[in-house]
């Protein structure tokens, strides 16, 4: 197990090193085998505080805390007094008398960086660890899981492969944490990481400057490409995910996506263009014939449930790792 990590809130990838990332995977590795079976969690208690829906990050959390040996219980703020309004401060600080580990997943799309500043506000007033769960800025856990798969998938050469991951279509706004928390563990662990996008839907700076940084030591690559067709060239991953345009209003990115749901949608002929044995990925949910055409989904390149059970065994090793 990490040693080092226990103790710390887990936000974001960037506050971690490529040491302690792959150590994680390591342990992760180690746990879906049965090598390493111990009950981490053993009598400890977890909450769940989660703003808006989930279905695989909530079910693997719960799940994880058990099998650890723990408990993790759900709380949604129209059950707390957080919907009388009392403060996030005054939450926090009772929530840190009962609990051992707090898992957040906070945001909100019309102000930007509003669910990381609630999230740095829980870590400060507990004295458990805090897991993000998916904010506006980063989704570190599904990234730890996507990456664990692709380790699976691939062997140890998997730093090698082009993994390409594009914005996709889809009516429904959704947060840059899955584009940002790639762009970190791209950079950190030395990944071919080519990022595909439409003008208008560039990644926050704060994460393009870090991640432009961090690969010069770690060997990587990181490319950006306006053209899905261009980027598909030679890819041996290519993995949709939609996000909103952190340049606009809601409205404005709601214009701005009308008309690019062809040019941006995965289809077969972006596979026709990959290397053979290219997967498909996708961290759902997703709506066939938005992101991603129906026979891309659930064709034979898709991987897509293997990356949503990755969650539980990514997720044991952060836990671990963290309150163990």
């Known amino acids: 197990m990490t040693d080092t990590l226990r103790g710390r809130d887990f936000l974001g990838l960037k506050d971690f090193t490529r040491n302690e990332l792959e150590g994680l ?5 180690a746990m879906k085998s049965g090598k390493d079976q111990a009950k981490y969690l053993d009598e400890k208690t977890l909450g769940m505080l ?18 650890l040996g723990g408990h993790a219980e759900l709380y949604q703020p129209e059950q707390l007094q957080m919907s009388n309004h009392e403060t996030l401060v005054d939450t926090a600080e009772v929530m840190s008398r009962f609990l051992d580990g707090l898992i957040i997943r906070k945001y909100d799309l019309t102000e930007y960086g509003e669910g990381r500043r609630s999230l740095e506000l829980f870590a400060e007033h507990m004295d458990g660890p805090v897991v993000n769960a998916l904010d506006d800025k980063e989704h570190p856990c599904q990234i730890m899981a996507d ?6 998938r691939f062997g140890e050469d998997y730093k090698k492969k082009k993994v390409v991951l594009t914005w996709a279509f889809a009516e429904r706004q959704k947060s840059p944490g899955v584009t940002h928390s790639w762009l970190m563990a791209a950079s950190i662990l030395g990944l071919n990481f080519t990022m595909a996008f439409p003008k208008g839907f ?12 961090a690969v010069k030591a770690s060997g990587g690559t990181i490319e950006y490409s306006h053209d899905l067709d261009e980027a598909s060239e030679g890819a041996d991953v290519i993995y949709a995910k939609s996000w909103k345009s952190l340049a606009s209003s809601t409205e404005q990115d709601r214009a701005l996506r009308q008309g690019l749901r062809e040019p941006w949608r995965v289809a077969q002929r972006h596979f026709d ?3 053979p044995g290219a997967v498909f990925m996708d961290c759902m949910p997703l709506i066939r014939g938005d992101e991603a ?10 991987i897509r449930y293997d990356e949503a059970e990755n969650r539980l065994h990514a997720q044991k090793a952060i836990l671990a790792s963290l309150i163990g």
């Open 25 to 29: 995977l390591d342990l992760a590795l």
């Open 202 to 213: 560039e990644p926050d700076p704060e994460y393009d400057n870090f991640a432009r940084e």
């Open 50 to 67: 989660f703003t808006k829906p989930s279905t695989r990050t909530r079910i693997s959390f719960q799940v994880a805390a058990r099998q």
């Open 273 to 275: 263009r990959a290397n």
């Open 293 to 302: 055409d129906a026979d891309v989904v659930d064709g034979p390149q898709s």
């Open 147 to 152: 990456v664990l798969t692709l380790r699976e």
